[in-house]
């Protein structure tokens, strides 16, 4: 996944807004949290590039390891349970660890994932890119599963111009009670 990560991180702090936004006020904090999650896995990729310099696959460092997330989104799970307010901390929490468990999905369509890590050193992916062509990530771009990134672009860029339902405005005259 080279550009799916964020729209996919927007679509789902969009689509779960409604049901947190009584609970939480700030509309932006929510959607920092969903789109920081989102990415947050490739935060590895300085260390990628500045430490290990490129000699390790980036998606075989923990941050990429699902049993890494999911500790953290049972860890946020708790904390939302078990705060009598069920405080924004919690709330801000299960969304980030949902949206980097959400980048993990999307990095198995075709990137490998070591989905049983670190118990068992095999990576899943549902499709592979072939080597075609140079640049590496022109393989990416001329891919079927690049059209799968251009859906989720479509459909954050289809919510962010989308117009919010028109709420019911109370009519001043209207009587109170029996008429």
Do not use: C
Not at 45 to 68: A, G, N, Q, V, W
């Amino acid at each position: 996944m080279i550009i799916g990560h964020l729209p996919a991180g927007y679509v789902l702090a969009k689509l779960s807004y409604r049901k947190f936004s009584g609970q939480i006020g700030h509309y932006r904090w929510y959607m920092f949290w969903g789109l920081f999650g989102a990415v947050a896995p490739d935060l590895d990729m300085f260390y990628f590039h500045l430490i290990d310099h490129r000699s390790t696959h980036h998606h075989r460092y923990f941050s990429h390891f699902p049993i890494f997330w999911l500790g953290l989104l049972s860890g946020a799970l708790l904390l939302y349970a078990n705060t009598r307010t069920r405080s924004r901390l919690g709330i801000y929490a299960v969304l980030f660890t949902v949206s980097g468990f959400i980048h993990l999905l999307l990095d198995s369509i075709v990137g490998d994932i070591w989905w049983l890590a670190p118990f068992i050193d095999r990576p899943f992916a549902l499709a592979t890119v072939p080597a075609l062509y140079h640049p590496w990530w022109l393989n990416f771009l001329l891919h079927w599963s690049f059209g799968l990134e251009l859906l989720l672009v479509a459909w954050a860029g289809y919510l962010w111009f989308k117009k919010p339902a028109a709420s019911p405005v109370a009519n001043p005259q209207a009587k109170v009670g029996n008429a």
